[in-house]
């Protein structure tokens, strides 16, 4: 598998993730953003979307991080990212879409390009919008696993699932312009859990071949 | 089963589609997201996200809509809205990502406020920023289905799914600020088609009984 991403974009840091928790061996392949390399004919035939992360699969192209996992949790079931009840995967990935549908569109790089170039906003008005969405999105996700009974070592039990995968790259994400996380017990204590893992660690941003 | 909802929520639209096309009862509870109904403490007990829809079914509260319809196809799998393929799948959920990931967030009520309000950003600019994410957006979708085996009638084959229903409330919010449609053939064709089956039509915002 050829998995194209960015050191720093957080979607391809989730795929990242779940190929190491799995154990599947894959190519890495860097898109630089900030250099708009996803807008190049090329990466264009493989992912008209012009996003990393893609990964490419034999002859086919997948794209969209959860679709991604989802498919890679599908073919490789040995090391699961969801839970075995409909209920308990509906609630993974409900944790897993507080991160991926509310918090991290508004924090990509093309919004904070928008923002800053055709908004005229100036730098700390957009690190203000971009810590905004984060405080507001990981308010609702500790109010949702604080003392919750399926939460345990990780945000659903005690193996590290697709609302982990999700978590971990938004916490990066939120210490990049120091956001206050002491209003967050929970989730940074599952998120320092995971780090403690290779599988988390390895993915992080300033392990990969392409960081800055 | 209740759905709490708004009208013009797209994401409590999605959910009343899926329920309809599943041939699923249940009864609406409005919860008018202008007058902040959603910030209210007791609905802040059942969905601390502040955010519609949320299904209450039985004792469990579910919440973020693709997780609802995931959790609806699997407890009620007679009409699936999933193809029968990881690849397949991984497809459809791409697709309904591209409209619930990349578009719906930014146009997002609480967003466009923001912009109002904290960014002092003026009516028609507001409305640009909306129409620039969907025809970004629909851009990327029309690419993913023009041409590709794999749309038939609808999004994915010749039966309505997860994309579809995606698809239908954004195509809504796009008439909105009255964005330019041409563009998207395959796409406005996928749409007319939904909407001459009874469980898209019933779901549409002024079919609803808050709406105003």
Redesign the interface.
């Known amino acids: 598998m050829k998995l194209y991403g960015f050191f720093r974009s957080s979607a391809a840091f989730r795929v990242r993730i779940a190929l190491n928790l799995k154990g599947l061996d894959y190519e890495p392949a860097a898109i630089h953003l900030r250099r708009g390399e996803q807008r190049a004919p090329d990466f264009l035939k493989l992912n ?4 990393v992360p893609a990964l490419v699969d034999g002859e ?1 192209v ?3 991080s ?3 996992i ?2 890679l949790d ?2 490789h079931p040995a090391v699961p990212l969801l839970p075995g009840t ?2 308990a ?3 993974v ?2 944790l ?3 991160i ?3 918090i ?3 924090g990509n790089l093309r ?1 904070l390009q ?1 923002l800053a170039k ?2 005229k ?1 100036d730098e700390p ?1 957009v690190q203000r ?1 971009f810590n ?1 969405w984060i405080a507001l999105g990981f ?2 996700f500790e ?2 696993i604080a003392g919750h009974p399926d939460t345990g070592r990780f945000c659903h039990g005690d193996r590290p699932g697709l609302a982990d995968v999700c978590l971990v790259p938004q916490v990066f994400n939120a210490k990049r312009y120091a956001l206050d996380l002491a209003p967050y017990p929970t989730l940074m204590r599952i998120f320092e859990t995971c780090m403690g893992l290779p599988a988390f660690e390895r993915a992080q941003p300033d392990r990969q071949p392409d960081a800055e």
Chains 1, 2 share one sequence.
Do not use: D, F, K, N
């Open positions: 008209p979307q012009a996003l086919r997948l794209t969209q959860l679709a991604i989802e498919y599908e073919r409909p209920e995967r509906a609630r990935r409900a897993a879409q507080v991926a549908c509310e991290h569109p508004l919004v928008y055709e908004l906003q008005t919008w905004h308010g609702a109010s949702l």
